[in-house]
């Protein structure tokens, strides 16, 4: 069974920086396509960024130059890190896995930027 577990949400004032982690346990390492995906509050769930199992990288235009995906298959982890966060940036921030067809989904880690 997979699971993911977001961690490293929390409150940063605007400017700042924060490192989003998902570990995954369950699927086959290194296989998949690995992304972050971020819900706020009254809108739609959103993409942030993708990473394939091969390492192509791909960024909502919200995020370009200031959030960095990147993977560690021999821990089966993805981070996220976020530099020069803004007020618009607070959402959720859930973890996704798709692989052989299934998609799955951590729980979610609130990420807040004050301004």
């Known amino acids: 069974q997979v699971h993911l577990v977001e961690s490293g949400g929390g409150l940063v004032q605007a400017g700042g920086s924060l490192r989003l982690s998902c570990a995954n346990s369950?699927?086959?390492?290194?296989?998949?396509?690995m992304g972050w995906y971020r819900q706020a509050p009254g809108k739609q769930r959103e993409l942030v960024a993708t990473?394939?199992?091969?390492?192509?990288?791909n960024y909502a235009d919200s995020v370009k130059g200031r959030f960095t995906i990147s993977r560690d298959n021999a821990k089966n982890t993805v981070y996220l890190q976020m530099s020069s966060l803004k007020p618009d940036d607070t959402a959720v921030y859930y973890c996704?896995?798709?692989?052989?067809?299934?998609?799955?989904w951590g729980q979610g880690t609130q990420v807040t930027v004050s301004s």
């Open positions: 369950g699927s086959i390492s290194g296989f998949g396509r």
């Open positions: 990473i394939t199992s091969g390492g192509s990288t």
């Open positions: 996704s896995l798709t692989q052989f067809g299934y998609d799955y």
